[in-house]
């Protein structure tokens, strides 16, 4: 059985800093490209950071580079979010999401495995 559980989530001030780790389990993680996206309040889930299989590409939307980082350790099956210089307008719920394919996307239908989520809000 498939898991994927995101923590780290929170409240935190314009300007601070988050990190998020998704944890999955029953998937062959290691050949998994990984994805964070979000969904604000009234938002469609937007993507926001992926990863290939090895860490050895990454992709930020627009709204994000230069603030996230994103990075993963395949010997403990994690995949993290470094959330820094955070704004108001970045929050949302946060979902991690494994892709089981081979080509890398950001395409949120392409990934197979999702989490629940783990609210992020930033307060000004």
């Known amino acids: 059985q498939v898991h994927v559980v995101e923590s780290g989530g929170g409240l935190v001030q314009a300007g601070g800093s988050l990190r998020l780790s998704c944890a999955a389990s029953?998937?062959?993680?290691?050949?998994?490209?990984m994805g964070w996206f979000r969904q604000g309040p009234g938002k469609e889930r937007e993507f926001v950071a992926a990863i290939t299989w090895s860490g050895g590409s990454t992709r930020y939307a627009d709204s994000v580079k230069g603030r996230f980082t994103i990075s993963r350790d395949n010997a403990k099956n994690t995949v993290y979010l470094q959330m820094n210089s955070l704004k108001p307008e970045d929050t949302a719920v946060y979902y991690c999401a494994a892709d089981s394919s081979p080509l890398f996307t950001t395409a949120h239908s392409a990934y197979d495995y999702w989490g629940q989520g783990t609210q992020v809000t930033v307060s000004s």
């Open positions: 029953g998937l062959p993680f290691s050949r998994c490209h």
